[in-house]
């Protein structure tokens, strides 16, 4: 797919997907609650591990686990390899020029923070400007507020419109040269909007504004190329792409990088240590203080091995074919209330049932094992703009099945009849 094209509408045909297959590579999908077999329509928060990665971390952890870098030693050297792979690994699946941009962190919350305290904080002052937009998640929102009362400059927020989508014209209107940053998200995790990012790119730099999108809704749904969409930098998590929890990855644009200051001190980030000065490593190693989550890294790369052999653009077509499906099946519903009903979107379906607080809604499917998401989901500026406190969210992954949208519906449809 190119990388800003419709994610929900892929250009060719897909190729014949069997998510049933697939699921049997989830072991934990055969996990009954409440006496039903589980539906797990919470990807989009965390999604689950294949036997593929399980396997790779725990082959690791069996054969070659050391400290990275600092061994001379056999299994430092085999944990060293291990490690520096994945990040080729990762430089190969969102097409980056060098290894040497791709920064291990623990996600993207952790990413966007590197950017906007290494980047941002040094650099800007009192009459710049940092441009987001209505449906950020918090993490790409309260970084940038900080950085705005740690320097002085100000924060812009580009609007959305009634169906969860970017005013992507509104936003080039509040760019001008006093914009320093851009800050985006390619999918929104609450709605699940997909943004004009190339375009926006574009527009920002023609303004010499840096861009930084949070990738993490979209990696899982879309090839990504960082460098076919132009961003300065992307974030995402490798928990949201069928690898462990605690690592994500910060791609950088070398020459942004390699003027930044480091952000945290300690171990590998230095190049020699003295009481009077230290000097700093080569890029990317000068911003991965202190041991880091080797293992990790070895599962987001096998995670990527796995999501390339099923075909990123199959897996992404069969989701948009779930969500296109449920979304019809629940609008039938009375009461139901779509939230996000955007032109273009990727595996989030987020609901209100009227008279129910999400959080009921949500406690009812589970008793049916059916297990989505309820709350702000992060993104309490949505919430405020939609007028609600909170709402349901079902999220679709590669593991997810027709029977899966029918179980959702029928537990959905079960719950209204309990609070008539
Ligand atoms: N951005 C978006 C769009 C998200 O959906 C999330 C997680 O839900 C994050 C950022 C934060 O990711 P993490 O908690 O892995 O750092």
């Known amino acids: 797919m190119a990388?800003?094209?419709?994610?929900?509408?892929p250009a060719t045909p897909a190729p014949p997907y069997d998510a049933a297959r697939v699921r049997r590579d989830f072991p934990i999908l055969a996990t009954h609650v409440s006496g039903h077999p589980l539906v797990y329509l919470d990807s989009a928060a965390s999604s689950q591990q294949p036997l593929a990665?399980?396997?790779?971390?725990?082959d690791y952890a069996t054969h070659s686990h050391a400290n990275v870098h600092r061994g001379v030693h056999a299994l430092s050297q085999a944990a060293t390899a291990a490690f520096e792979g994945a990040r080729e690994r990762v430089r190969r699946f969102i097409a980056a020029p060098s290894t040497r941009e791709i920064v291990f962190v623990r996600g993207t919350t952790e990413a966007i923070n590197l950017v906007?305290?290494?980047?941002?904080?040094?650099?800007?002052?009192?009459?710049?400007?940092?441009?987001?937009?209505?449906?950020?998640h918090h993490a790409n929102i309260v970084p940038w507020q900080m950085?705005?009362?740690?320097?002085?400059?100000?924060?812009k927020v580009a609007p959305i419109n009634r169906r969860g989508e970017l005013l992507t014209e509104e936003l080039e209107q509040l760019l001008s040269p006093r914009t320093r940053l851009v800050a985006i998200a390619h999918v929104s995790n609450a709605l699940g909007t997909v943004l004009p990012v190339k375009r926006i790119v574009d527009a920002a730099h023609a303004q010499g504004a840096v861009v930084v999108v949070d990738g993490a809704q979209a990696v899982p749904h879309a090839r990504v190329d960082v460098r076919a969409l132009g961003a300065d930098f992307y974030a995402f998590s490798g928990h949201?792409?069928?690898?462990?929890?605690?690592?994500?990855?910060?791609?950088?644009?070398?020459?942004?990088?390699?003027?930044m200051p480091p952000w945290q001190g300690g171990g590998d980030m230095i190049r020699t240590v003295s009481f009077e000065k230290s000097t700093w490593n080569e890029l990317p190693w000068r911003f991965e203080a202190g041991t880091p989550n080797i293992s990790g890294a070895v599962g987001l790369a096998a995670a990527m091995d796995y999501l390339e052999d099923l075909g990123i653009e199959a897996v992404a077509a069969h989701e948009s074919r779930l969500l296109a499906l449920a979304t019809a099946e629940l609008a039938r519903l009375p009461g139901i209330t779509l939230v996000g009903t955007?032109?273009?979107?990727?595996s989030v379906l987020s609901f209100t049932l009227a008279g129910v607080h999400a959080h009921d809604l949500g406690t009812i499917l589970d008793t049916q094992g059916v297990a989505v998401r309820t709350g702000h989901h992060c993104a309490m500026p949505v919430m405020t703009f939609f007028g609600i406190p909170a709402t349901a969210r079902a999220s679709f992954g590669c593991y997810n099945t027709e029977e899966d949208v029918a179980r959702f519906i029928a537990a959905v449809a079960r719950a209204r009849e309990v609070f008539a």
Do not use: H
């Open 116 to 136: 906007a305290q290494a980047y941002a904080r040094p650099r800007f002052g009192p009459g710049d400007e940092i441009l987001i937009t209505a449906l950020e």
């Open 342 to 346: 955007a032109a273009r979107k990727a």
């Open 240 to 259: 949201k792409m069928y690898a462990p929890t605690g690592i994500g990855v910060l791609y950088a644009r070398e020459e942004l990088l390699g003027a």
């Open 53 to 58: 990665v399980l396997r790779a971390v725990e």
């Open 3 to 9: 990388a800003d094209a419709s994610i929900l509408t």
């Open 147 to 155: 950085v705005c009362e740690q320097t002085g400059c100000t924060l």
